[in-house]
């Protein structure tokens, strides 16, 4: 159960980093939205459809590329050895939870 801890405490430069990047790509897509409406409001109605269409699709786009930095990102930091440790830990729950407290 310690290690699961010692596993966690070590990586909180590595979430820092994959929470600044989300941050980041969050923040661009909201920008890239709110031109996005700006340049519409400017323009007639007829062309909200296409640029509700290019919304869509720079969503999409931002998506597919978060999860392609992050992907490796997770691997890299080792997110899913500790996923499996946590698992098991969650599976010993009932034990730990029935067992004296000394022993934990």
């Known amino acids: 159960?310690?290690?699961?801890?010692?596993?966690v405490k070590s990586s909180?430069?590595?979430?820092v980093v994959v929470v600044v990047v989300i941050v980041v790509v969050v923040v661009a897509v909201v920008v890239v939205v709110i031109v996005v409406v700006v340049v519409v409001a400017a323009?007639?109605?007829?062309?909200?459809?296409?640029?509700?269409?290019?919304?869509?699709?720079v969503v999409v786009v931002v998506c597919v590329v978060l999860l392609?930095?992050?992907c490796?990102?997770?691997?890299?930091?080792?997110y899913e050895h500790r996923y499996i440790e946590l698992f098991s830990?969650?599976?010993?729950?009932p034990e730990l939870?029935?067992?004296?407290?000394?022993?934990?």
Do not use: D, N
């Open 43 to 57: 323009v007639e109605v007829v062309v909200v459809v296409a640029a509700v269409e290019v919304v869509v699709v």
């Open 12 to 15: 909180s430069s590595s979430i």
């Open 68 to 70: 392609l930095i992050c």
């Open 89 to 93: 830990l969650w599976q010993h729950l």
């Open 1 to 7: 159960m310690t290690s699961a801890f010692k596993v």
């Open 72 to 78: 490796p990102l997770v691997e890299y930091c080792g």
């Open 97 to 104: 939870a029935s067992s004296p407290r000394h022993q934990l």
